[in-house]
T-cell receptor, first 110, second 115 residues
Framework: GEDVEQSLFLSVREGDSSVINCTYTDSSSTYLYWYKQEPGAGLQLLTYIFSNMDMKQDQRLTVLLNKKDKHLSLRIADTQTGDSAIYFCAEMDSGYALNFGKGTSLLVTP | DSGVTQTPKHLITATGQRVTLRCSPRSGDLSVYWYQQSLDQGLQFLIQYYNGEERAKGNILERFSAQQFPDLHSELNLSSLELGDSALYFC??????????????FGPGTRLLVL
């Protein structure tokens, strides 16, 4: 399938904002998702955005979508140590499957 | 807790063997998806079932097969196992899964180790 690209690693200090970036290539994607995976755990849905939206905010999470550049970002405000995890960006392909990036490991230091 | 259950949580077996992974979707969800997560390939879509019928196929090997039963639970069968099949296998479920845009909720996964 098409490639979804993410940076592999991000480190932030507790209390700062984290921004995780993602680029996708399938312009037909109608929905884009962010999932979180903690060590030894499954994938937890964080949020999603429909392709006709530019921004979606959900408590500490803000998703920005730039369709022209096929760029998606996830901003976590007031990042806490409990936010340390791997964050996956995913696009829904022209079928019904999710096409995932390799994941960004977020490390939050005190 | 997503409401999707998977058993077993861990599975250790030998090359050449066959295993069955089981998934129960969230109550009311008709679609079940199987994904494989490995270090080298990342998360890859394997196959989708909707209300008992195969709906979409991804990078699923011929040695692997799946089915969805009338009670909507699904099983993923992996046969002639190879070392490279060691991975975390996730099941996800969603409501309609037809027109797209139906959010997929993931189970905790089954960790398979082939020795």
């Amino acid at each position: 399938g098409e490639d979804v690209e993410q940076s592999l690693f991000l480190s932030v200090r507790e209390g700062d904002s984290s921004v995780i970036n993602c680029t996708y290539t399938d312009s037909s994607s109608t929905y884009l998702y962010w999932y979180k995976q903690e060590p030894g755990a499954g994938l937890q849905l964080l949020t999603y955005i429909f392709s006709n939206m530019d921004m979606k905010q959900d408590q500490r999470l803000t998703v920005l979508l730039n369709k022209k550049d096929k760029h998606l970002s996830l901003r976590i405000a007031d990042t806490q140590t409990g936010d340390s995890a791997i964050y996956f960006c995913a696009e829904m392909d022209s079928g019904y499957a999710l096409n995932f990036g390799k994941g960004t490991s977020l490390l939050v230091t005190p | 807790d997503s409401g999707v259950t998977q058993t077993p949580k861990h599975l250790i077996t030998a090359t050449g063997q066959r295993v069955t992974l089981r998934c129960s979707p969230r109550s009311g969800d008709l679609s079940v998806y199987w994904y494989q997560q490995s270090l080298d390939q990342g998360l890859q879509f394997l196959i989708q079932y909707y209300n008992g019928e195969e709906r979409a196929k991804g990078n699923i090997l011929e040695r692997f097969s799946a089915q969805q039963f009338p009670d909507l639970h699904s099983e993923l069968n992996l046969s002639s196992l190879e070392l490279g099949d060691s991975a975390l296998y996730f099941c996800a479920s969603s409501g309609e899964g037809l027109a797209g845009g139906e959010t997929q909720y993931f189970g905790p996964g089954t960790r398979l180790l082939v020795l």
